[in-house]
């Protein structure tokens, strides 16, 4: 009988214990005030969208990740992790991707890649993407054929280039 009553007694210790980080969780004390950072959440947003060309806000957490004040800045394209201090991107999740490209890891820019896919192909650029596995996937048409190429994101080289004809 001792013993269970021990038992019950640790079993409804960690139930009040875990309730007590629950509500602080929940009560947003891992949040902070913008007057203790550098950084307002406007520009963190406007910086999140400078970072993935379009971006349309849908929510603005402030947290806490490895002691560090950080704006999580989520969009229907992407997910964007701001520095709250320094604005720096620490983190882009774009829709759709199992895998993340921090953007450290991103040696040429969208405006690099966009050159190289020129030299390789004389048609127009329809769309750019820089893919979570760490390539930009560029689609380009000159009318009668449409391209698709990958290019490294962090060497800038022609991974793969494909070409078929224009269905329009």
């Known amino acids: 009988m001792m013993k269970k009553k021990w038992i019950i007694g640790g079993i409804v210790g960690v139930v009040l214990l875990g309730g007590a980080f629950g509500v602080s969780a929940m009560t947003g004390d891992s949040s902070f005030s913008e007057k203790d950072v550098s950084i307002s959440q406007k520009e963190a947003e406007k910086i999140a969208t400078e970072e993935v060309g379009e ?52 040696e040429v820019s969208k405006e690099q890649a966009e050159k190289i896919a020129k030299e390789q192909v ?16 560029i689609e ?29």
């Not at 004389?122 to 996937?137: M, P, R, W």
């Not at 054929?145 to 080289?157: F, N, S």
């Open 122 to 137: 004389k048609a127009e650029i329809v769309k750019v993407e820089l893919e979570g596995e760490g390539y930009y996937e």
């Open 55 to 106: 971006l349309t806000i849908q929510e603005v957490d402030k947290d806490f990740e490895d002691n560090v004040e950080v704006y999580e800045i989520e969009g229907k394209e992407a997910e964007v992790e701001v520095d709250a201090n320094t604005g720096e991107v620490l983190k882009v999740e774009r829709e759709g991707e199992g895998d993340e490209m921090k953007p450290e890891n991103v």
């Open 140 to 168: 380009m048409n000159d009318g009668q054929k449409e391209y698709d190429l990958k290019i490294d994101a962090t060497t800038g080289e022609v991974l793969e280039k494909k070409e078929d004809k224009d269905d329009d």
